[in-house]
């Protein structure tokens, strides 16, 4: 009775610091899209696909495909990402059961 409520409890904590570290990578790759997004050769609405490109690299594709993106043109000067994640689980069944991650980067847009 004891060693499952032990089990019970490893994959609690390991579910958690598996959020927390999905959270990092998302605040990193939302970052990462708002710098190439603020540059002056990009494109509008190029942000998602590059959030989505980072993210393909560090998480498994199947929780990397729920990443959202929406620029928003912020003040001008300003430009802001906000992206939304659903939580990855240790196996694909428990995805989704923590709570979504949703971030927002800034950068500076960069005029020609």
Known sequence: MVVVLLVVLF???VSV???AYSRILLTSAAAQ??????????????????????M????ASGTAGTVRCSPEPGTGVLIEVHCTMQAPGLVP?????MPAITVTAHALRERP
Do not use: C, K
């Not at 393909?56 to 998480?59: D, G, I, T, Y």
């Not at 069944?93 to 059961?97: A, C, Q, R, T």
């Open 11 to 13: 994959l609690a904590l």
């Open 17 to 19: 610091g598996l959020w």
């Open 33 to 54: 899209a708002a710098r190439y997004a603020a540059n002056a050769d990009v494109p509008d609405g190029a942000a998602t696909a590059r959030a989505q490109e980072i």
């Open 56 to 59: 393909a690299h560090s998480l």
């Open 93 to 97: 069944l428990l995805n989704g059961v």
